[in-house]
C-alpha cells in the first residue's frame, strides 16, 4: 500500500505511555475534580516543584506553569549551546519534568536576554503588552481557578525577569475578564474570570526566620501512596531534569510548608487555596450524574483488573455526550478517552524507517498494535494529516483497517510514505517560534500557536477505534523513529521531515586578519539518492568568493561533498554575512540541520539558515601556541583557532601531571573550577607556572551552591561575586588607560565595545586585593562604576587575569573588539 502525504515535524517524541493499576486509579480520581491552577514565573526552572506535584497529584487539580521565557539566554552547565538553542534544550527539559509532576507547560513568546536589573529594562526588550496579550490568552485558553505567582511584583525576586512576571501576572487576572482588552482573542476563546491570585511567598528563602503568620500556610509535603513517593521527591525528580542549569536535587521527605498571600480575588481564602471553590463536578448544570459514576468507577475499582471498569467509563462517556460535555469541556472529555485505554493496556506504536524522512524520498511506517486486555479492541482507520493547519478534507489520506485486535497478539503493519511539501518556501520542521529571527520577542505568524510548548504533532497519524462494543476513541500519535543501543537499550527519537540537501558551514563565524584571503569550505549532504544541482555562495559586492559557485553529483542517500571557495575581504575593516543556496532544478534550498542531543530530552533539531557571519579585522599578535582547559561548555577555542592560534585542549591530567611551560598562554574555560571540582588541588601548580613566566587566563567562574569555591583562585585574595552588568551596550570606562592589555599589540578603544550582544560581564570580583589592576570599569544604568570584570596580576615573571566578561559569548557572535581585547590579554 503506497501513500503521499505530509509530514511536518513533532518535537516530542516520548515512549509509549504505560501505567500501572495504581496510576490509572489515580487518573481516575484526578478526572473527578474540575478545578485547575495556572502556575505563573520567568524561566525554565523558576517553578516550584513540590508545589506543582501537590496540586497535581494530591489536590488532583489540573495544573500547568507558564513560563514567560525559554531560557535562551541563561547559562549551559552540560554543553556548548546558546540562545535558541539553549532555549530548545531548557523547553524539552520543563516538559521532561512536567512529565514527572503530571502539570502540563506553556510559554509566551518572550525571548530570555539574559539577566535583567529591573522590569523597565525587561519590558522595553519585550515590548509589555505583546507579553501581556499572551498571558492573557493562555488565561482565556487554560481557564484556571487560581493563578498563583513565584515572585513578587515588589522586586523581592531580584532577577526583573521575575519582577515582570509577577507585574504581567497580576494585570492579566484582569484583562483576561475584560472583553476590551486583546479582543482579537475572543474570536477563538472566551473571557475568562480567575477567582483568586496568590503569591507563593519566598520570604523565607532569603531570611529563614521571616514572619510568615499573615500568610496561608499549606503543607505540600505529603505522600502519595498511589504513586509510591512524597511530593518532595517527586519535585527533586522534577526539578533534575534542570540538568543544563546544574539543579540536580537530593529528594526530601516529611512535612514541607508553603505560604501564600492573596493578590486578588472576591472572597479571602482562610484554610486553603480552594476555600469555597466547587472543585467537583457539581460546579456544571447536571455534573452531578458525572460525579456519581465517576464515585462509582472508583469505588469499584479492580487494581489487578482494571478494563472491569470499562463498562463503567463508557457510561460516563454516554452520558457526556448527551449533556453535551464532550464539547464544552474537551479537555475532561480527553482525559476520559485516555483513561479507558489505559484500561485497556492498548498499546499503539507508529515509527518511521529512518529518523530522517527527506522530501521527495520514500520512507516506511510500521504501526504496532497490541490489545493487553480481554476487552474487544477494534482498529477502524489510520488517517495521515498534511502538514499545515486547516486543510480541507481531501487533503487529508485515510485508509480503512478494520483491524480486530486479539488479546494479547501483536499486529504488525507497514506502509510506504513520500513526504512532500504543499507549498514552495515553506520551513522544514521548524519549532513554530524559530520560523523568524526573534527580536525581543519570537516572531509567530500564528497567534494561536502562542502558549504551545512546542510544535503541534503535524507528523502524527490519527487513529481511530472502538473499545468494547461501542466506545469511539480518536487519538494521535506522533511518529518516531525507535532503535537500540547496548547500554542504554530502547530510545525513541522524532521523525523530522528535511530538505533533500543539507548545507553547512563548518564555523558560525569567519575571521579573516588584515584583509588576508581564507577559504571557506561548505559541506552538503544528500539526504536522497541521485541528487545533482548547484551550491551558490551569495555575498556582498566588496566581498569576493572563487568561483562564485560548483556543480555536484551525489549518487547516494547520506552522501557528503565538501566544496571550497577562496573569499577575499574587502581593504579595510568590514562585517558581511555569506550565505550559501542549493538550486535543484526550479527548487532553491538554503538550510542547515542542526542537531542537539542529551540522554535526559528526545533528540531536537531545526533548520537555520546556512549562512556564515564573516569578519574582516586587523589584528596584530605574536604567540601561537595555547592551552586551553574547557569548562562548563563554550567555543572560545575554536574562535581562537580562527584567528591563527594553535590551540591545545588539555585535561586535568595535562594540568597535574603535563609541561605548561610549552603553553606561552594558558586558558581555563568558563566555570572551569565549578566544573572540575579537583583542579582547585592543582592551584599551586598553576600559580608556578605564571610565577615561571606563564600567562594564565581564568574566564568567569560561580561561588554558589551549584558550584562552591572554598578558597580563592588568585594568586591574591578577591572574592566571586554575583555582580554583573547586563546592558551590552554600558559604556567602556578606562581606568587605566595606559595599561598593557589596552594598548598592546592592538590599541583598544571605545570602538571596540560595539556591537557586544546581551550583557558586559557576569560574576565580576568581589574584595579585589590592592595588587591587582583593573584597568576597565562598567555600570549599568544608575549605578556605581563596577571594576572587577578584569583582573590583572604581574605575579613572578608571568601574568595572572581573571575575567568575568562575556568572551564566550561575543567571539561566538563575531564581536570585533572581543577579538581584539582578548588577543591582548593572550599577549601579555
Not at 488532583?60 to 540562545?83: F, M
Not at 562604576?785 to 608571568?798: Q, T, V
Request: hydrophobic share 35%.
Amino acid at each position: 500500500m503506497y501513500f503521499l502525504f505530509y509530514l511536518p515535524v513533532c518535537l516530542n517524541a516520548q515512549s509509549v505511555k504505560n501505567y500501572s493499576s495504581s496510576r490509572i486509579l489515580l487518573e481516575i480520581n484526578k478526572f473527578k475534580t474540575c478545578a485547575s491552577v495556572l502556575y505563573i514565573a520567568a524561566h525554565p526552572d523558576d517553578e516550584n516543584t513540590r508545589l506543582i506535584a501537590y496540586l497535581e497529584n494530591e489536590l488532583k487539580v489540573r495544573t500547568a506553569y507558564l513560563s514567560l521565557t525559554r531560557g535562551d539566554g541563561g547559562q549551559n552547565l552540560i554543553g556548548p549551546e546558546q540562545g535558541v538553542d539553549l532555549g530548545l534544550i531548557r523547553s524539552q527539559e520543563l516538559l521532561a519534568a512536567r512529565s514527572v509532576d503530571g502539570a502540563e507547560q506553556f510559554f509566551t513568546r518572550a525571548y530570555d536576554f539574559g539577566y535583567s536589573k529591573n522590569p523597565d529594562e525587561t519590558f522595553d526588550n519585550w515590548n509589555k503588552d505583546s507579553i501581556l496579550s499572551d498571558v492573557v490568552w493562555v488565561i482565556r485558553k487554560f481557564k484556571p481557578d487560581l493563578i498563583i505567582t513565584r515572585f513578587g511584583s515588589n522586586g523581592s525576586g531580584g532577577h526583573g525577569h521575575h519582577t515582570a512576571s509577577a507585574i504581567l501576572a497580576e494585570e492579566a487576572f484582569e484583562a483576561a475578564a475584560d472583553p476590551k482588552r486583546f479582543s482579537w482573542q475572543l474570536k477563538y476563546v472566551d473571557t475568562w474570570k480567575t477567582q483568586r491570585l496568590f503569591y507563593n511567598s519566598t520570604a523565607r528563602f532569603r531570611n529563614p526566620e521571616a514572619d510568615m503568620s499573615g500568610l496561608l500556610k499549606v503543607d505540600v509535603g505529603g505522600y502519595n501512596s498511589l504513586l509510591g513517593l512524597s511530593y518532595g521527591e517527586i519535585a527533586a525528580l522534577s526539578r533534575s531534569m534542570h540538568k543544563s542549569q546544574g539543579f540536580g536535587s537530593a529528594r526530601q521527605r516529611g512535612e514541607n510548608f508553603e505560604y501564600f498571600e492573596q493578590l486578588k480575588g472576591s472572597k479571602k481564602a482562610e484554610n486553603s487555596l480552594f476555600d469555597a471553590v466547587d472543585v467537583s463536578w457539581k460546579r456544571y448544570g447536571k455534573g452531578e450524574i458525572i460525579e456519581q459514576l465517576v464515585s462509582k468507577v472508583i469505588a469499584d475499582f479492580d487494581i489487578n483488573h482494571p478494563d472491569a471498569s470499562l463498562k463503567k467509563l463508557y457510561e460516563i462517556q454516554n452520558q457526556m455526550i448527551r449533556l453535551g460535555f464532550d464539547k464544552s469541556l474537551p479537555h475532561k472529555y480527553e482525559e476520559l478517552l485516555e483513561i479507558q485505554k489505559l484500561c485497556t493496556g492498548l498499546f499503539i506504536d507508529v515509527t518511521a524507517s529512518e529518523p530522517y524522512l527527506p522530501l521527495g524520498s520514500e520512507g516506511r511506517l510500521r504501526f504496532e498494535f497490541i490489545n493487553r486486555t480481554e476487552t474487544p479492541v477494534v482498529i477502524d482507520s489510520l488517517r495521515l494529516p498534511g502538514c499545515y493547519k486547516g486543510l480541507s478534507e481531501h487533503n487529508m489520506f485515510d485508509t480503512t483497517v478494520n483491524l480486530k485486535l486479539n488479546p494479547n497478539q501483536p499486529v504488525i503493519l507497514t506502509i510506504n510514505v513520500k513526504p512532500v511539501f504543499q507549498q514552495e518556501n515553506k520551513t522544514f520542521a521548524q519549532p513554530y517560534w524559530l520560523e523568524e529571527v526573534p527580536d525581543g520577542v519570537f516572531k509567530i505568524k500564528d497567534k494561536t500557536k502562542i502558549g504551545m510548548p512546542e510544535s503541534e504533532f503535524y507528523n502524527s497519524v490519527l487513529i481511530t477505534g472502538k473499545l468494547g462494543q461501542s466506545a469511539k476513541f480518536s487519538s494521535e500519535y506522533s511518529i518516531k523513529y525507535k532503535w537500540v543501543e547496548p547500554d542504554k537499550g530502547e530510545l525513541y527519537r522524532p521523525a523530522v521531515i528535511t530538505p533533500p540537501v543539507i548545507i553547512h558551514f563548518d564555523e558560525n563565524v569567519k575571521v579573516f586578519t588584515n584583509s588576508e584571503p581564507r577559504e571557506i569550505t561548505v559541506n552538503l549532504k544528500s539526504m536522497v539518492e541521485n541528487l545533482e544541482g548547484t551550491l551558490h555562495l551569495n555575498l556582498p559586492s566588496n566581498w569576493r568568493s572563487e568561483p562564485s559557485q560548483q556543480s555536484f553529483k551525489l549518487s547516494n542517500r547520506n552522501q557528503e561533498i565538501r566544496l571550497s571557495f577562496l573569499i577575499t575581504p574587502p581593504d579595510n575593516d568590514n562585517e558581511a554575512e555569506l550565505k550559501a543556496e542549493v538550486r535543484l532544478l526550479n527548487k532553491t534550498y538554503t538550510n542547515d540541520l542542526k542537531e542537539i542531543k542529551y540522554d535526559h530530552i528526545p533528540v531536537q533539531n531545526w533548520f537555520p539558515a546556512a549562512e556564515v557571519k564573516m569578519l574582516n579585522l586587523k589584528l596584530n599578535k605574536k604567540k601561537v601556541k595555547i592551552g586551553y582547559l574547557p569548562g562548563a561548555g563554550d567555543k572560545v577555542a575554536e574562535c581562537l583557532e580562527q584567528i591563527g592560534y594553535q590551540v591545545r585542549i588539555l585535561d586535568l591530567n595535562d594540568i597535574a601531571n603535563g609541561n605548561l611551560k610549552e603553553y606561552p598562554t594558558l586558558i581555563t574555560g568558563v566555570r572551569a573550577f565549578n566544573t572540575h571540582r579537583e583542579l582547585i588541588q592543582y592551584k599551586n601548580k598553576l600559580m608556578e607556572y605564571v610565577a615561571q613566566g606563564g600567562n594564565l587566563i581564568i574566564q568567569y567562574n560561580t561561588n554558589s551552591w551549584a558550584g562552591p569555591l572554598k578558597e580563592t583562585i588568585g594568586p591574591l585574595p578577591f572574592n566571586i561575586t554575583r555582580t554583573r552588568v547586563t546592558d551590552e551596550n554600558a559604556t567602556a570606562i578606562f581606568l587605566e588607560p595606559e595599561h598593557k592589555v589596552l594598548n598592546t599589540p592592538n590599541k583598544i578603544t571605545s570602538e571596540d565595545f560595539k556591537g557586544w550582544i546581551q550583557e558586559r560581564g557576569i560574576y565580576f570580583a568581589g574584595d579585589i586585593d590592592s595588587s591587582y589592576q583593573c584597568p576597565l570599569g562598567f555600570s549599568d544604568k544608575g549605578e556605581e562604576i563596577e571594576k572587577g570584570s578584569l583582573l590583572i596580576l604581574p605575579y613572578g615573571k608571568g601574568h595572572y587575569s581573571y575575567t568575568g566578561l562575556v568572551f564566550f559569548r561575543e567571539l561566538p557572535a563575531g564581536v570585533p573588539g572581543a577579538f581584539r581585547l582578548i588577543t591582548n590579554l593572550i599577549e601579555m
